[in-house]
């Protein structure tokens, strides 16, 4: 049976407005003129992108190509710090909020003293739910500005434009617990039965290994199926959003499988290329000839070479800089303090990284 045209893809023509929460209870919207006004005063800049994996490498390859065309800087020296501690255990290993802050807190502080960047993008949901609670992002000069925001307004916009829409939201089980996507929908007036959630447990393990193998697909499939059990008019436009940075790699498996349950009206929302928007105002653009742009690649973790292959090929379509990056990743046993921050044992035993 032939698959169907594929569904067109929404990157482009929302608004977005960037979140800084100082908690919970204080989540406001910063516009990027207000923000970022000294940013885009500079004509070299440092930009950081920071996840606990390998998924917010999109993020960074999006930024360097919409860097180069946009010419907003001279030159842009890209920077991904990987945040995550332990190939065998992550944040969502950690026992509680507390920890989980104070780790990723640590981490911040450092990327902030060993590359001093203009900038950091938090590439990571679950990081960026966190993101406001830490003691950096209140009292830093430096600008963070997270993912949560512009995949929360791409959701907001596709559902106004078509009122009978519904929303199915996938992450990771610690992003979905969270409930923070969902949470700042309903605070803007959607009712709770147009937005469905769904965790899906050690999926982006298994892209980062292979965003195109079957048991990925066959991964993929399955959340599928489960998420749709929980949608009441499966007649009506589905949007569909990765809300974790490693599900656009596998962009075409998920196309798949919702053409071949037969959803007729669906889009694919992807915060990856959206959150890079903000790098690109068009009131900065063409401002030089050309922006030389740089990348490296800085893990405690070791980056496997299966990994590697499997990510380059995707990156290297979009940013070359961004996956020589990655092919030539340094490794910093010490890049962060972490073990100090814990109360007890991490377990030895190998368990999902669900926080990626």
Known sequence: MPVKKAPRLIEAGVLVLICLTLGADQAGKISRAADLGPFFAKSDVTIAVTDSGLGGLSIMAEAAARLKEARVFKSVNLVFFNALFSNDSGYNSLGTREEKIAVFDSALEALAAKYRPDLILVGCNTLSVLTGETRFSRMSKIPVLDIVGPGVDLIADGLKKSPRAAVIILGTETTIAEGEHKKRLLEQGFPEARVVTQACPELASYIEKDPKSEDTALLIESYVDEA????????????????????????DLWKKAFESRRIKSFVILNPNAKMTEVLVPSASAKRYAATAVSAKVVSMVEISKQKIEALGGWLRKISPETAGALGRYELKPDLFEWKRFIRGEIATAKRPRDDI
């Open 228 to 251: 749709l059990a929980k949608v009441k008019d499966r007649s009506a436009p589905i949007l569909i959003s990765l809300n974790c940075t490693h599900f656009g790699y596998s962009i």
